[in-house]
């Protein structure tokens, strides 16, 4: 789960979610399902997961 900390800084600096799965395609980092290639709606959900951001009410 490295990658969620690389998204979220990369978020922080004005990194578009766009630009952000197209920096992890040329990478080589796999999505978390295992798929090859990222798509800006799945870095976007990880961004706004209450679990990731610390909001979850438990």
């Known amino acids: ?6 998204i979220y ?3 922080l600096k004005g990194y578009s979610p766009k630009s ?3 920096e992890l395609d ?9 798929k090859a290639n990222w ?7 990880m961004l ?4 990731y951001k610390g909001d979850a009410l438990l």
Request: avoid cysteine; hydrophobic fraction near 30%; charged fraction near 30%.
């Open 20 to 22: 952000i799965a197209k």
């Open 48 to 51: 706004q997961n209450e679990k």
């Open 26 to 34: 040329t990478e080589g980092i796999k999505e978390s399902a295992g």
């Open 1 to 6: 789960m490295k990658f969620v900390k690389h």
């Open 9 to 11: 800084h990369q978020f």
């Open 39 to 45: 798509y800006p709606s799945s870095g976007l959900k």
